[in-house]
């Protein structure tokens, strides 16, 4: 192994506060290093692929927490839909009613976060804050028996200004406050932040983060 993920896990994990939860990103790395930070006591694995990952659940100890973290096409869903721990990129009202249908197929509740798009940079995934607070607003969502949404996750953009990182985090957890406090203020498992990666996840910690997806620091780049 090129990589001391045992000792990478460490440092990582004596750099987060109590209340601050490690989702390890294992995606495109192998089951040896995976193993290694599940020795070292990890449960929680994100993964954005769904073959991928099914390879990997099927190999791999079966006490494992999976969290999807990519962009999921609404006919994916039935694959993960038996096992999958949390759906963390849930960007359209669509995609979170097919991952209720499925859940229900599978006589399960399923947990999600909805995903923000915060970042100046361009990309297709991600609700804007308006279309977050509309598709709340829409209240649809509520008739979703299956589903439980737990609370935000976003990116920042990707780039070394500090500042413009920490400017978008604080608009993230202003919207979770404003939406916590108008659809969720009696439901205490809305309460999921998951911001920070491998090149911002102290800054993440910093501005109220309550679960980091890191990979890099932990594994190594990655191969594609
Ligand atoms: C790959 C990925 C990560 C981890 O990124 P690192 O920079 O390797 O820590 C976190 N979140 C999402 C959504 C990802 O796709």
């Not at 209340?19 to 070292?40: D, T």
Request: proline share 3%; net charge negative.
């Amino acid at each position: 192994m090129d990589y001391d993920v045992k000792g990478n896990l460490r440092q990582v994990l004596a750099d987060l506060p109590q209340g601050v939860r490690l989702v390890a990103i294992s995606k495109y790395h192998p089951n040896e290093y995976i193993e290694a930070a599940y020795q070292e006591g990890q449960r929680v694995f994100g993964e954005s692929h769904e073959q991928e990952l099914r390879q990997k659940v099927e190999t791999l100890p079966q006490d494992i927490h999976w969290h999807f973290i990519g962009h999921l096409q609404t006919n994916k869903v039935k694959y993960i839909a038996p096992y999958i721990t949390m759906i963390e990129a849930v960007d359209s009202f669509k995609l979170l009613k097919e991952i209720d249908k499925q859940a229900a197929k599978n006589e399960r509740v399923i947990d999600v976060l909805l995903e923000l798009h915060i970042a100046a940079e361009e990309t297709k995934y991600g609700l804007t804050p308006d279309a977050c607070r509309q598709l709340l607003a829409d209240g649809a969502w509520k008739e979703l028996k299956h589903v439980r949404i737990c609370g935000l996750m976003m990116m920042a953009s990707n780039v070394d200004d500090e500042a413009q990182i920490r400017s978008e985090f604080r608009m993230a957890r202003a919207l979770f406050d404003e939406v916590k406090s108008q659809y969720f203020a009696d439901e205490p498992s809305f309460c999921e932040r998951s911001w920070g990666m491998s090149h911002d996840y102290k800054i993440a910690v910093d501005e109220g983060s309550t679960m980091v997806r890191i990979g890099t620091t932990i594994f190594g780049p990655r191969v594609y």
